[in-house]
Nanobody, 127 residues
Framework: QVQLVESGGGSVQAGGSLRLSCAAS????????MGWFRRAPGKEREGVAT???????VYADSVEGRFTIHKDGAKNTLFLQMNSLRPEDTGMYYC?????????????????????WGQGTQVTVSS
């Protein structure tokens, strides 16, 4: 089992920035995927960005160029730097993780692919 705890959410005005953190504990894997997902009010959860254990990254088109995913392996922490925030970025942001093998290709932005989830942190962007 992997436990994930997100932090760093808050309320900002459009154009502002936030940095989300996700602290991981429990089982460790030499090869893994970790990702950020979000659920906007009234919408389904969607993938934002993923990163694997060799730092290959996938971004959703809607955040490409504005958000940056990175990790501190020594501290088992995942980050999401969010710049140029827009009202449509509002939602609950979730951290996810799974064991991974390079033969599977890139990490997926589909939430059904991940067995481990945090409780989420709220991001609200006002216009």
């Amino acid at each position: 089992q992997v436990q994930l705890v997100e932090s760093g959410g808050g309320s900002v005005q459009a154009g502002g920035s936030l940095r989300l953190s996700c602290a991981a504990s429990g089982d460790t894997y030499s090869s893994y995927c970790m990702g950020w997902f979000r659920r906007a009010p009234g919408k389904e959860r969607e993938g934002v960005a993923t990163i694997d254990s060799v730092d290959e990254i996938v971004y959703a088109d809607s955040v490409e160029g504005r958000f940056t995913i990175h990790k501190d392996g020594a501290k088992n922490t995942l980050f999401l730097q969010m710049n140029s925030l827009r009202p449509e970025d509002t939602g609950m942001y979730y951290c996810s993780a799974r064991e991974w093998a390079r033969a599977w290709g890139s990490c997926h932005l589909a939430d059904t692919w991940y067995p481990f989830w945090g409780q989420g942190t709220q991001v609200t962007v006002s216009s």
